[in-house]
């Protein structure tokens, strides 16, 4: 079965701090994703990758930056967080046919 | 510009009821449209999907029916059960693995006892 854990589970930082947010998964999948959960907004891809070091821009990007340099990790990075960054965070994997993925548990952020 | 749409924030439905959900898309290129379910503080999980050459995918209490000419699908969930109170998110998708998957706002459903 896909495996996938997000660390921090939950951060509060301050604004103009940056933060990093990890997604780690324990198979080799090749496409990974980073989504945010916003009440009235639902799910929004902010990056994607589809292999080590090969990564696009979802809808929401602006802000934040992705690097994946081995095939089971995806790092997400705020370089200087804001209060509009205040989220919930999934990570997911793409593990079957087209659109069906996988999602890690969350990692809650609050910028203060 | 939304390209998944679902109109309904919320929606109450007694348990042994039929449950609908409505998704509306505009793009006509998507070729899978799938159906997700988020309990709080977990992440989404896939329920069932369907392909735009087909117009209906059952799977046990689940079905869900696309109609292409009006860029519409719904999900039906019969019988309605408490487990099944939860947010749906509808999705869709290009047919390549590295197409981006859009997602609608989501619905939350509660079922009432």
């Known amino acids: 079965d896909a495996g996938i854990t997000q660390s921090p589970r939950h951060k509060v930082t301050e604004t103009g701090t940056p933060v990093t947010l990890r997604c780690h998964q324990t198979?080799?999948?090749?496409?990974m994703y980073w989504y945010r959960q916003d009440p009235g907004h639902g799910l929004r891809l902010i990056h994607y990758?589809?292999?080590?070091?090969?990564?696009d821009k979802g809808e929401v990007s602006d802000g934040y930056s992705v690097s994946r340099s081995k095939t089971e990790d995806f790092l997400l990075t705020l370089e200087s967080a804001t209060s509009s960054q205040t989220s919930v965070y999934f990570c997911?994997?793409?593990?079957?046919?087209?659109?069906?993925?996988?999602f890690g548990e969350g990692s809650r952020l609050t910028v203060l | 510009d939304q390209q998944v749409k679902q109109n309904s924030p919320s929606l109450s439905v007694q348990e042994g009821r039929i449950s609908i959900l409505n998704c509306d898309y505009t793009?006509?290129?998507?070729?899978?449209f799938l159906w997700y379910k988020k309990y709080p503080a977990e992440g989404p999980t896939f329920l069932i999907s369907?392909?735009?050459?087909?117009d209906k995918n059952e799977d046990g209490r689940f079905t869900v029916f696309l109609n292409k000419s009006a860029k519409h699908l719904s999900l039906h969930i019969v019988p309605s059960q408490p487990g099944d109170s939860a947010v749906y998110f509808c999705?869709?998708?290009?047919?390549?693995?590295?197409?981006?998957?859009?997602f609608g706002k989501g619905t939350r459903l509660h079922i009432l006892p």
């Open positions: 997911a994997i793409s593990v079957q046919g087209p659109g069906e993925l996988f």
């Open positions: 198979e080799n999948h090749r496409y």
């Open positions: 990758s589809y292999g080590v070091k090969d990564t």
């Open positions: 793009n006509s290129m998507f070729d899978y």
């Open positions: 369907i392909s735009s050459i087909k």
């Open positions: 999705a869709a998708s290009g047919m390549n693995r590295d197409d981006k998957i859009i």
